[in-house]
């Protein structure tokens, strides 16, 4: 899960810097948008899995303590 938290942030930081670099160039500005509109899905994606609930624990620690069932 943290292999896929990592991927998902460093998505996020080359969705932003290739978006403000293609609004800058003054290419396809609506693809800009779209990039900066998932960028902000996989935020939201990735504070679900980090931020912790009303008992403290995050849904990354809940599924790394979980085991599939055999």
Do not use: C, F, Y
Request: proline content about 3%; hydrophobic content about 55%.
């Amino acid at each position: 899960m943290d292999i896929a938290l990592s991927l998902m942030t460093l998505t996020i930081v080359a969705l932003v810097l290739g978006a403000v670099a293609l609004w800058r160039r003054g290419g396809n500005r609506k693809q800009a948008g779209l990039m900066l509109v998932l960028a902000a899905v996989l935020i939201a994606n990735v504070a679900i899995w980090t931020l912790p609930n009303s008992e403290g624990e995050s849904l990354v620690k809940a599924a790394d303590t979980e085991k599939a069932p055999e």
